[in-house]
């Protein structure tokens, strides 16, 4: 069906507008309220709604996305060859929790079906993984996990998966380095995920820098609920749960695995034996990012997650944020919607941080965008960012997690990830989440086996073309053929009904899902 010429205009002080059409519109093109297309606008694009003189702000969601190169008639295409990108602001003098976040009644009777955990969190899936301290183990571990999906796990219908929790980090790094806490922490909290019960075990090389011990040091892991003697938030250490390739009892590879299934086997027993019981959805943890972006990002899929985090928040879940590059232009929004001025202050602390981290390696935010981002309409990372933020909705931020740390706390949060898709995920299921909420434009087919993965399309295009890999369709926003809220609920209907097992995401149905990927930011050596 052709569609008479549509654009998009997210604020009313905006003098750019974004083209609706599939395939864009040509020259000449006439919109509704008479405005003429001098040239060629591809669809997701910005067209110029007044006279631009040279130097003038380019404004989209009532932000500065950059000043005109030249000047840009009314209806000519703005791209990221026309205008210039503003500089980031300055960390001192930010607004400190100025904004109060709009009254939002409770949202109370809302339920999904999960596993208790020991210390009082819940899965969404009930999974054993298996930890590794180092690279060396990874393909032997996979060895084994693979004989024991096939052997094993058939005898266990309780257990929705086996998982290995490789990485490249553990051996070959400054482990003393103050930032090796980062990927140090992160592999161990992701071993403490809701989603594997609490069932820690491990396999370790012997010989590496990252000792079973400084990975889980005792009192890190807590007593399974299958102890009855054990009190809520009671913790232990590994036990023993750990397989040491370079013991000496090990005679050959077969030992090895034969070793890795036996202790598989006990774990197994125990995750078995759970049951998924009625949960509030205030034990949901979701964390919420965005790949593969396009101009439509920030006009579809990211304000219908944004609109699910409010009411995520509203029925006493938490939500993460994350992705710091694509916050940093925004940041006096996300300081002004701190709780309180210690949350704004770890907020700037984190962007500081990376600043830094960046300017060590010689970059800055503008490293962020992608080709595909600027086929996608999107003319640099600023643009980006105001689309990328909305995700977070307009609650008040409560909390901040430093990359690798584990959440303590409901409501907003923003935990400081790099935006790299995989990484960003990995320290996302570090932080805790059980759920988690992806949303692309340009299309991806990524996935984490630790945890559901919903992939929203911010086009209908999109959704259409990736039928079988895409959950939800945010581009019916664009065409007027939903709303905001309209998807904004579906969003969060599903968020129950995946994390309550009754239905599998996409992802999980094909059993697509990319490796974890951790966050070193320090040297190796
Ligand atoms: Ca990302």
Known sequence: MEQSPLYIRVHPNDNVAIVVNDGGLPEGAVFADGLVLRERVPQGHKVALADLAEGDEVLRYNVVIGYALKALPKGSWINEHVIRMPSPPGLDGLPIATVRAPEMP????FTFEGYRNPDGTAGTRNILAITTTVQCVADVVQHAVTRIKSELLPRYPNVDDVVSLGHTYGCGVAIDAPDAMVPIRTVRNISLNPNFGGEVMMVSLGCEKLQPERLMP???????????????????????????????????FQSMIESIMKMAGHHLERLNNRRRETCPASDLVIGVQCGGSDAFSGLTANPAVGFATDLLVRAGATVMFSEVTEVR?????????????????????????????????????????????????????????????????NSAISGVLSP?????????????????????GTLQVAAGINLHVFTTGRGTPYSLAEVPVIKVATRSDLARRWHDLMDVDAGTIATGKASIEDVGWELFRLMLEIASGRKKTCAETLKLHNALVLFNPAPVT
Not at 230 to 250: C, K, R
Request: hydrophobic share 35%.
């Open 218 to 252: 005792p009192g890190t892991i807590p007593i399974a609920a299958a102890n009855d003697v054990a009190d809520v938030g009671e913790t232990g250490d590994i036990n023993g749960d750990v397989v040491v390739l370079q013991d000496e009892a090990h005679i050959g």
């Open 404 to 424: 690798g740390e584990k959440v303590k706390q409901k409501g907003l949060i923003y935990a400081a990830t790099p935006a790299s898709d995989f990484i960003c």
């Open 329 to 393: 232009d925004g940041v006096d929004q996300l300081t002004s919607r701190a709780a309180n001025p210690e949350v704004a202050q770890a907020i700037i602390r984190e962007m500081q941080w990376y600043d830094d981290y960046l300017k060590r390696g010689g970059a800055d935010r503008s490293a962020n965008t992608t080709p595909g981002n600027k086929k996608g309409g999107l003319s640099n990372i600023v643009e980006k960012a105001m689309g990328s933020i909305i995700k977070s909705g």
């Open 106 to 109: 409770p949202l109370e009777g």
